[in-house]
Every structure is written in C-alpha cells, then in structure tokens.
C-alpha cells in the first residue's frame, strides 16, 4: 500500500489510513476476529476516531485498540 505522507497531517484523513491499513478487508474485533461488527459512536476527544462493538463477543473498539499504536494521540 502507498502512504501519501500529507494524508498524515489531516487527523481524519490519519484515522481513515489507519483503518485502511489494519483493516483492509473491512472492520474486524480484535479479540475474536469476527467481522460482525457495528459502529459504536465516536470518541469524545478525537472526534474522528469510530468506536465499533464486536456482534459476537461484545467487545467494543476503535481503530487503536490491541494495537502498537495504542499509546499515541493524533
């Protein structure tokens, strides 16, 4: 996949990236691994940032969750 580094400097833009990278076959829970997911709202703070609910486990998500990049904020 070809990253356009100016896509970086728009948070949705980043959030939208993320997504497409980790989840290139579309959204997954990152627990049980099912693709029965189901928007769950945005966050509070990063407003560009969807929140998913697992339909099998029930696990709720976004795009960081289980993931290296946990620890930072766009």
């Given at each position: ?48 940032c ?25």
């Amino acid at each position: 996949m070809l990253i356009q580094l100016y896509k970086l400097l728009d948070v949705a833009q980043c959030y939208d990236l993320l997504r497409q990278v980790r989840w290139p076959d579309g959204v997954t829970c990152p627990t049980c691994a099912s693709a029965e997911t189901a928007k769950n709202g945005k966050d509070k703070v990063q407003i560009h940032c969807q929140h998913y609910k697992c339909k099998a486990c029930g696990v709720y998500f976004d795009y960081l969750t289980a993931s290296a990049a946990r620890r930072y904020h766009f």
